[in-house]
């Protein structure tokens, strides 16, 4: 009587929380999929045929991958080097991870405006660069015809915003090492890179996997600090998604860019989950 | 050379003084056991000497190299960690030959000392598994094999044998002191295992409230301790401590007379437990059997003397039931005096 209760009990508390997500995301996504593959009520690819044959599409594509790319790598590399600094401290690391994730409390949309007013035409960049005698006049960066200076301003303004929320994670993370494998390390004539190399970076893996996740998946979905800086100058899955939806009124295309970006954050998760794996064996 | 000099090392952990300014020499070679109850600052030493603690004063010289402020990778010394620290993520193999990688040894040398460190701590069988598999004893044995296998010159362990049963500890301890005398490595061998400390060390330093309290030969912190404390940690059972008192030069035990060392005053008798020799006619001091313990190579007694609580070696085969009187004579040569106030011994008369 109470095996079966104590067996059942885990689902029972369960389950409101699966009710929740499958009401408020399986049946969106239901939906999703069932509009991405129909037009006008029948079954039909018509909607990824427009889509892919989009004159954006290979653009938002490209600049999608560009960005995730290069912004990931760069935020991870970072956020590791902040959170070994910060480690470092003897005192004051509240203080200093508090400021490092100042970012985090702003909302994308914000981020994005405040690095357009230091990036504009007549923003504080430019006053500045004139100010040294450095440029002639205000120089547009966002436009069009400035692909790599807009793609970027788009970069600095993403790994500004969103590289604290990697190293809160892998901060938290290295606080879970023991120090005694460092320090057997040490004993054992490694030196400090040798030491990061061999025994921490190894036993970070569960949380630079959860953190390349994240980050990868959140930045697949990049759209707002693009929005704010470049407007349409940039093309971005998500910004695609937005136009169909919005200025064109086609929910169809939209609902197949939602899908694909779907179909690549969970092929970005699963090659993480697989490349990453920690054997049950090598857990510490 | 890698004799170690510890040159009034002195430690505080914000105000609690964890060491005492400790000096300690100790020759190329030699074997010390650095013995003490918990808490009295025998990892904190190894740790400064290894460099992965600050010291708050004092100087480390090794070799005659004065190393105290030279990174731990630099000082030329092995650990054992008291957690054993052995690392999840790498084979037992892997982390046996972790230190020859960092010394990029090659890889014939590398088979080879993982081989023998692990034939000697019997690891051959899990050089495959990762630690997670193992027990904490077959752990603790790969953190030992890491640190014989790039016999370093001197070599430092924290309770290394600490997680091993009884038959496995004896064995390990033999085969320890056979290897490490023949490599004639340095070594500085924490325990709380007294009879560990005995039979491996060359010397045994007790350490009590973060300073040594006595260093000397096994067999001369037995028979010669300095301090009751000392009388009382090491031997197991621990020394008696009889209070007299001395008149003219001489002390009473119920009728038995021995020289005093000192004409008057109180005085504590430190006399071991075998030291005392049992007469059933009740001559000499009265002492009252409460409990017979049968160890096989000897009978331990229990019992009291007077209000005195002594513990009494007698031979094996006796009959001790409770109540009994007997009489105990201690032998004078092995009495230890110490003074009843301090509870340090008294200078000792050289002894005949
Ligand atoms: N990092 C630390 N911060 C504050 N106090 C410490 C620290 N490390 C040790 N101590 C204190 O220093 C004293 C000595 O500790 P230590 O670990 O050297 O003892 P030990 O002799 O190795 O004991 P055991 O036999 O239990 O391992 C203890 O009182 C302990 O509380
Ligand atoms: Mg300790």
Redesign the pocket.
Known sequence: MTTVRSRLLPYLLLAPSVAFLAALFLVPLIQTITLSFSEDGVPSLANYTRMVSDLNFGLAVRNTFLLVLTVVPIQIVMALAMAMMLQKLPRGRDVVLWIWTIPLGISDLAAGLVWLAILQDRGYLNSALYGLGLIDGPTAWLTYETPVALFFGVLVAEVWRATAIVLVILFAGLQLIPKEYKEAAEVFGARPWTTFVRITLPLLKPSLQTALILRTVLAFEVFAVVYAIGGTNFPVLVGEAYNWQRNYQNTGVAAAYAMLIVAISLGATVVFLWALRTKPEQQA | MADIKIDKIAKT??N?R?LDEITLDIADGEFIALL?P????????LRIIAGLETRSAGRVIIGGRDISDTPTRARGLAMVF?NYAVFPHMTVYENVAFGLRMQKADEARIKAQVARAAELLHIEPYLERYPAKLSGGQRQRVAVARALAVEPPVLLMD?PLSNLDALLRLEMRAELKAVLREAGTTTIY?T?DQTEAMGLADRIAV?HGGRIVQIDKPTAVYSRPKTTFVGGFVGSPPMNFLPVTAASGAIDLDGLSLAAPRPEGNLLAGIRAEDFALSHSGEGLAFDVMVAEPLGSHTLLTGRSHGQMLRVVAPPNGDYPADTRLGLKPDPNRIVWMDAASGEALRQETAA
């Open positions: 952990f914000g609690a964890a003490g918990s808490g009295c600052g025998k990892t904190t030493l008291q309770e924490v709380h350490m």
